[in-house]
């Protein structure tokens, strides 16, 4: 866990503080028609306990990607780095990447299997880039500052583009953007302009765009290319909840169901 040692008393006992909030990643079988868990979770890795998290399978399914936490001094104490595991689910073999200074979340396959999108934070800066799962080398994609932050990004089906959420704040209020930005290219186009648009989520055909809208409340699908959305789902009033910044809903590979 995270233990923290605090020194000797006289008599030899050791005192130690133990940090709560540990985090994990697990694995779990559910049906998403009926809601009903199959297998119940279990841990994804036995290495580093409490300290790992922002899971993602690649698409074959072979593969799973997770960020790390690893600290210079126990108890999270000290500088803070994080590696990128990706953990091949036949042989339980793990690979390790630690790309230097910079903070992994938000991890996403590329269709084809051979580079992960994170989006790194430094201190109040954002961006986006690429990983190389085989060489670890690190390709910046999109640069942020601290006038125009950037969060969470997924790729279009053909690996051709990515979509991600742009954070701008005005004299007059906070207004976040879904931005399309093309790889090739570098060029970007605004989809949709909204005061709260959170997580994302592309559909397996690439024609749609899950999102939540400003409240946090409702879940909204619009096609990729922009124009309106639509509401497909509200929470009740009773319920209490938003839908998480930053947990994008995740559509099911046959297309039918939208998981939040």
Not at 63 to 82: D, F
């Amino acid at each position: 866990g995270k233990i923290l040692p605090m020194g000797f008393t006289r008599n030899g006992a050791l005192y130690y503080g133990l940090g709560a909030g540990m985090h994990d990643v697990y694995v779990a079988t559910l049906d998403p028609a009926t809601g009903k868990v199959l297998e119940p979770p279990v841990k994804a890795t036995q290495r580093f306990e409490g300290f790992n998290r922002a899971p993602a399978w690649s698409r074959d399914g072979t593969r799973l990607a997770y960020v790390s936490n690893r600290s210079l001094v126990p108890g999270g104490i000290g500088e803070n780095i994080k590696a990128l595991i990706i953990r091949d689910l036949k042989t339980g073999e793990e690979r390790e990447f630690s790309p230097e200074g910079m903070n992994l979340a938000h991890l996403r396959w590329s269709p084809d299997g051979r580079s992960i999108l994170s989006g790194y934070s430094y201190w109040m800066y954002t961006s986006l880039h690429l990983i190389d799962v085989q060489t670890g080398d690190v390709t910046l994609i999109v640069q942020g500052n601290s006038e125009s932050q950037i969060n969470e990004a997924v790729w279009t089906p053909d690996g051709k583009r990515i979509f991600y959420i742009r954070s701008r704040l005005t004299e007059t209020a906070y207004i976040r953007s879904i931005m399309a930005h093309t790889l090739e290219t570098g060029e970007e186009v605004e989809l949709h302009r909204g005061g709260g648009n959170r997580g994302l989520g592309v559909s397996p055909d690439g024609r749609q765009l899950a999102f939540p809208d400003t409240s946090g409340q409702a879940l909204w699908v619009m096609p990729i290319e922009g124009g309106e959305p639509s509401e497909v789902h509200r929470l009740k009033e009773s319920e209490n909840k938003v839908i998480p910044f930053r947990v994008g809903p995740e559509w099911t590979p046959d297309g039918r169901y939208l998981l939040f």
